[in-house]
C-alpha cells in the first residue's frame, strides 16, 4: 500500500475532522477526542498568555509614560527650588546690605549725638569766655510794643503770636519777619489754637472768640455768648470745641464755631485751663481748687474733689486715668483713676506752681515762683527741688527731649539744660523785660515771646571747622556781639589767642575735629552707590544652592535608573509569557495533528499500543521550526503508514 494512497485530501481529511472517531474503534475515538480537548485547552492557554503579553506591554509603557511625567514634575519641582533658593539667596543679599546700611547709621547716629555733645560743649565755653555766660538769642521785630502772651508754630517756618490790644502777628520765614494780621479787635487776645496750618481759632477778654480758614489772611469773630474773659481753648478735631473763661464758663461747638452753646458748670468760679483727651473726656481747672470732668463731651459736668479751695493753673494727663494738677501754694495734685480720687503730692515749696511738663509718666518738671524747679522721676511721689541760679518767676518750661530743655520767666530770664535739670544754665536774652512764653521747632531752634512786643530767637548754626574755626563761624550769625571781631581775617588770630584761655577748649575743639572725620566717614559709607555688596557667607544660601543641585541629580539618577530597570523587568517578563505562548501553541497544534493523523490513516494496520508509542510527545521535537498543523499530521501519517508497512 503506497503512503500516498492512505493519506487523505484536504476534502476528506475536512470530513473525517467533521466525524471523530466514525469507524475507528472505542479507543481510537476516544484518544482522538481527548487530543482535541487537549488541543483546545493549550489555545485557551495560550491566549491566556497572549493577553498577560498585552498586558504587561501596556503596564510597560504606561510605567514609563509615568515614570517620565514624574521625572518631569520633579524637574520642575526641583526647578522651582532652585529659584526658591536663588530668590532666598537673593533676599539674603539684600537684608545683608540692609543691615550694613542700618549699621552704619547706627554709628552715624552715635557720632552725630557725640557730635552735637562736643559743639555744646564749645559753644557754652564760648559763651561764657566771651559773653558773659550769655547764649546766641537774638531779638526779631515784631513791629509791636504790646505784651505778647502767647505763640504757636505750626512747622518751623509758619507761626502765630497773639497779645495785648487785639494784637495777632504771622510769620511765613521763621520770625525774620512778623507781620501783623487784621484782628477786628482791641480785646486782650491770651490763647491761640490751629487745627492745620490754616484753620484756627483765638480767644481773649469779653468773650472773644475769632476763627480764620486762610491761615489769618482773614479773622472773623464767632458769636460766643458771653463777654466773660476766655482763658483756653481746643478742638479735639476741626469741628468738635471747647472754651473755658471766668464765671464757670464753658462753651462748646459741633460745627467749628459756627454756633457755641453754653454748656452747664455747676459753678460760677474762674475756670483758667482745660485738658481733653478725646471729643468726650475732659477736664476744667480754675479757681477755689475747682476740678470739672466730663465724660459725655460736656453734656453733664461732675464736681471731683479736689480737698482744696486754692487756685488751679494747670493740668496735664498722661493718659486717660494718670494726670497731674498744679497751682498757688506749692500744690501738687495727682491721680491715677482719672479724677475720682486726687492725691495731695509734696512738692517741698509753698510758692506758686504755674507750669508743669512730663516727657513720660514719670518723668516731669513744674515751674513758678521765685524760680522754683521741681523734677521727678516717679510720677511725683518725691519731688527734687533743682538749682535754677535766680529768684525770677517762671512762667513756661519745655523739654525737646528727656535731657534737653529751657525755661523763662520775668526778667528776660532764659536757662537752659542739656543733662535733665542737673545743672540749668542762664542765656543771654539781651533784655529785661519779662518772658512768658516758648516754643521749640526742635532742640536748637526757638522762640521767646513777653513783654514789649519782645520776640527772641535762636538757630542752629551749622559749624563746620573745615571752612573756618568753629569761633568764626558763631561770630557771623546774624546779629552776633562777636561779628565785629572777624571783619578782617587777620583777626582771626586775635581771637584765637583769647580761645586759648578757654578752660580744656584745645582739647574739647581737637576731640570734635576727630568726631567731625568719624562722622564724614560713616555719612559717605551709608550713602556710597558704588560701595561693593558685602559677601555671602558660604554656610547659609550657598549651601542651601548646592544641597539643591545634589538633590536634583541624585533624582534624576534615580528616575533613570528606575526606568532602565522597570523596562529590563519588563521584556523578561515578555520573553517568558512569549516562551510559554509559543509552547502552548505548539504543543495545541502537535495534539491536533496525532488527531489529524489517525484519521488519516485509521491506523494503517499499526497496534494500539505501538500507535499511542508513536504518538508520543517525547518523540516531538519542540525546537524545531514549527509547521503547519497540516504538515504535523502528514508527517506523522506517513510514520504511521510507514510503520505498518513494516509489520505487513
Sequence with gaps: ?????????????????????????????????????????????AKVFLGFIVLALVAGIGFVWLADVLVEKGIKAAGKAQNVVLKNRKITEIELLRRRKDDALEQLEVAATKL?????????????????????????????????????????????????NGTILHTIDGGKTWTKQVSGTTLNL???????????????????????????????????????HLWEIHFADSRTGWAVGYGGTILHTIDGGKTWTKQVSGTTLNLARGHFADSRTGWVIGYGGTILHTTDGGETWTKQVSSTTLRFVRIHFADFRMGWVVGYGGTILHTTDGGEIWTKQDSGTTLSLVRIHFADSRTGWVVGHGGTILHTTDGGETWK??????????????????RTGWVVGNGGTILRTIDGGKTWTKQDSGTTLNLVRSHFADSRTGWVVGEGGTILATRDYDLKLADLTIYEQIARAKNSPLAGLFTQRRQIADLEAIAKSLVENRETQDSLKVDIKAFTRLGEAAVAPSQPPPRVPPDNTDRKSSASDDTFGEFSMQSSVLRVTTILLIAFLVQILVSLYRYNTRLASYYDARADAVLMTQFAGTEFDNLVELLSPDRFDFGRQPRSPMGNAVELAREILRTGRTRS
Design 190 to 228: 491770651v490763647r491761640i489754637h490751629f487745627a492745620d496750618s490754616r484753620t484756627g481759632w483765638v480767644v481773649g477778654y469779653g468773650g472773644t472768640i475769632l476763627h480764620t480758614t486762610d491761615g489769618g489772611e482773614t479773622w472773623k469773630k464767632q458769636v460766643s455768648g458771653t463777654t466773660s
Design 385 to 402: 527741688k533743682q538749682v535754677s541760679g535766680t529768684t525770677s518767676h517762671l512762667w513756661q518750661i519745655h523739654f525737646a527731649d528727656s
Design 1 to 45: 500500500m503506497a503512503i500516498t494512497a492512505k493519506l487523505l485530501t484536504d476534502t476528506q481529511l475536512s470530513e473525517r475532522l467533521a466525524k471523530v472517531g466514525e469507524g475507528l474503534p472505542d479507543a481510537a475515538a476516544v484518544m482522538v477526542v481527548e487530543w482535541r480537548s487537549r488541543a483546545e485547552a493549550l489555545r485557551r492557554h
Design 116 to 164: 552735637e555733645e562736643r559743639r555744646d560743649k564749645i559753644i557754652t565755653a564760648m559763651e561764657v569766655a566771651l559773653h558773659g555766660g550769655g547764649s546766641l538769642w537774638f531779638p526779631q521785630d515784631s513791629g509791636t510794643k504790646s505784651n505778647l502772651w502767647r505763640i504757636h508754630f505750626a512747622d518751623s517756618r509758619t507761626g502765630w503770636v497773639v497779645g495785648r
